[in-house]
């Protein structure tokens, strides 16, 4: 197609789109905002303007056009559907590829931020459900586990629509999530309808809340010099666990139970090492309802999760659980830019999460807090320091394999 940029854009008209724009980034941002500087940047050249600074933080964006400057910002930031990150990275495609005028990416991105969702919310709700049985093959590796993990996230999927429906709710989904998954697998575990620790079916049934995905990205931000965006991301991360051993404390008392029934015993892993792929597979498809994610991207979305796990098994085994970890991020990490490497390709946005979900060190974390809290000290500051070395293991793993990817992926923060 012709180039239809031809001359430089009202400079008026240019800031209000790219803020319109950043707004947008900013609402999309929960694993990081590393990158976005350049893509602003470059978008402002192809309109005929390279005289603009722009930095983003956590919730907040400044963009400095010529002698104009103005502040964008955004509540909390959340994960987009996966769908709509191909119309994002299309999007960006055909503004470099000179394909829309300035008038004609407004009219764009106004679509692309009024599209709706290809999923309705009883799909959504299945896919917690879903996903969290998916989380239990690792977790638990028990049927009964699996059994009682979609039972429990039953609930969860309910708690997690809720945001959509009740303004604020979001504040405390995480602590109501937990606390109604703690009051069924503590009242199971009490008349002995479960032999598992009830700590780890709730880790698994409440796994949509757990920000393991954030705190890795996070680690990637700060190694990346956004300092102050990662550092508050990753406190506000915190606050999530937090938040989700409150609503466990909470499902502890009011059973009458103890904290230290959350983690009575572990009981052995009864699943064989390829019960891994099978779970994997339905790992996937309740991300790809959970988190909207378009049929198209599933199939690649789940054979490079099956090259990690294949290669996270091989390496941990050789060298450990940590080196396991960070090369499986680093080949995942380079093969999502791989396979994104051309204009129009599935983003690696989508090919990279559900890796940073499988390997997440967010369960870690709660189960350290749990532990903890419940008497288990010595193991709460073993899983405190699983937790930190997983997290830098993936936020490191996600550096290197961008730093050796780069080159063949012109567009990799998409």
């Known amino acids: 197609m012709k180039n239809r940029v031809n001359q430089a854009a009202n400079a008026e008209e240019l800031m209000n789109f790219l803020c319109k724009f ?38 907040i964006a400044n963009i400095q056009l010529g002698d104009t400057s103005d502040f964008v910002t955004v509540g909390i930031p959340a994960i987009p559907a996966l769908a709509h990150t191909q119309l994002l990275k299309d999007f960006v495609c ?8 300035l008038a004609e990416a407004n009219k764009n991105l106004d679509k692309i931020l009024n599209k709706k969702n290809p999923y309705p919310p009883i799909l959504v709700w299945l896919g917690v ?26 609930a969860t999927g309910l ?16 602590l109501v999530a937990t606390f109604a998954s ?33 705190i890795s990205l996070q680690a990637y931000e700060l190694a990346n010099g956004k300092w102050s965006a990662g550092v508050d991301r ?45 779970g994997r597979f339905v790992f996937v498809i309740g991300i790809l309802l959970t988190f909207q994610m378009s049929k198209k991207q599933f199939l690649p979305a789940l054979i490079t999760l099956w090259i990690v796990t294949a290669v996270a098994q091989a390496a941990t085994m050789a060298w450990g659980e940590i080196a396991g970890t960070f090369i499986a991020t680093v080949i995942g990490t380079i093969l999502a830019l791989w396979q994104a490497r051309k204009p129009h390709s599935i983003p690696a946005y989508v090919l990279i999460i559900p890796i940073i979900f499988a390997l997440s060190p967010g369960s870690h974390g709660l189960r350290q807090l749990e532990t903890w809290v419940s008497g288990q000290t010595i193991t709460g500051i073993n899983d405190l320091n699983t937790l930190l070395t997983i997290m830098l293991a993936i936020g490191m793993g996600v550096v290197v394999g961008r730093t050796l990817g780069n080159k063949m992926n012109y567009f990799n923060n998409f």
Do not use: C
């Open 22 to 59: 950043s707004e947008l980034l900013l609402s999309w941002s929960w694993e990081g905002v590393s990158g976005y500087e350049e893509i602003i940047k470059r978008i402002s050249s192809v309109y005929g303007h390279d005289e603009i600074k722009v930095n983003f933080e956590a919730q």
């Open 94 to 101: 055909d503004i470099e590829e000179g394909k829309l005028t």
């Open 129 to 154: 459900v879903i996903i969290s049985v998916g989380f239990a093959v690792d977790v638990v590796g028990t049927w009964q586990g699996l059994l009682w993990a979609g039972i429990t996230a039953t």
């Open 159 to 174: 708690v997690f629509l809720a945001p959509d429906k009740i303004p604020g709710f979001d504040k405390i989904a995480a």
């Open 182 to 214: 703690g009051l069924i697998v503590m009242l199971a575990y009490k008349f002995g309808l479960i032999s598992a620790a009830p700590g780890l079916l709730l880790i698994a049934a409440t796994f949509v809340f757990i920000p393991g995905d954030s």
């Open 234 to 278: 990753l406190f506000y991360s915190i606050i999530m666990l937090v938040l989700q051993l409150t609503g466990a404390y909470m499902a502890v008392l009011i059973t009458g139970s103890s904290m230290s029934e959350l983690f009575p015993s572990a009981i052995a892993d009864t699943f064989p090492w390829w019960a891994a792929y099978p």
